[in-house]
């Protein structure tokens, strides 16, 4: 019997859904990542070509949203490795909506530094 | 006040079945069991379902409501009833018998498997502990031994729906309460069952859990809990 299901309708559920998808989003970028990094063994200039592409707008709002992730998924990890490691507090929704305005505020400074 | 609901019970057998409609008169403090019993007395008397107490201490009278798994004696129709209608299917996660009864062997089971058991200490007629209720370690078996096993909160997991062998929240939530029993004999044997594959590391944190937990538990505290005193007993050397 196929069951429809809402009990995943709450906090915790929605910080593991985006803890999964920013780690698988993080693992595909990182490869590319070194792929770049390589360049610079080929030349310099090569690099140095890489950068001034990425000074464009959608590249840069691009960065931005790989910042989000990255900090998003470092605080998720953050928090379980404190209440699986370390103790357990009962303020679970304040540190997950933190983790989320950190890293959303985090983005946006990099965007308005960019 | 008096209009009827609109009620979809799942009718079947073994996973096999669908959706029946009825129509239940709407009274004041109806409860979601009034309503299935209503339907088996009056509507259709070979309707199966469970329940015993009426009073939210038995446990066997869970099903999903509105796709959410709760314990239907005790869930007021007002506060689950959308557009004046009410769907009611079994528990899920838990093989199906009939209509609204599930098989609840597989949870109890796996209580068992994940060490849910008191042994004592047997040199406790001898030395007759003193525990006190305020202390930090009672606290924690406190807060979670008022567990009633109605297995909502293994319905409303994702894990216990993803691996076979996870042996769901109210197991660990049993095993947490054990290990921080001062009067059990072998706490390390407890961290052992639930260091097993299917045990507490196989938790995700997703929380369903404590969100849905009629007696307002929190088995993804007590789960945090075991993984803590397994990390420790593994630094330990005694794990
Ligand atoms: S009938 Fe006993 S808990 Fe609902």
Redesign the interface.
Known sequence: ?K??????A????VA?VVHRLSGISLAVFLPVHFLVLGLVIESTAALDGFIAWTDQPLVKAAEAILIVLLCVHLAGGLR?LL??????N?R?KLFISGGFAISLAIGLLFLLNG | MVSDIKVEIFKGENGQGDFVAYEVPRLESQTVLDVVTYIQRKLDPALAYRFACRVGMCGSCAMMVNNRPRWTCRTHVEEVVKQGQLKIAPLRNLPHIRDLATDMAPFFDKMQKAGGCFVADATVPQHMLEIDPLSAARQEVDAGIECIGCAVCYAACDVAAWKADYVGPAALNRAWTLVKDERVADVNWYLKQVALDGGCTSCHTQGACSVHCPKSLNPSRSIAGLKQAMANAFLKGVL
Not at chain 1, 10 to 13: G, I, P, Q
Not at chain 1, 83 to 88: A, L, T
């Open positions: 019997m069951q429809l299901v809402e009990s995943r709450h906090v915790a559920y593991f379980l209440i699986e490691f370390v103790v357990w009962d679970q």
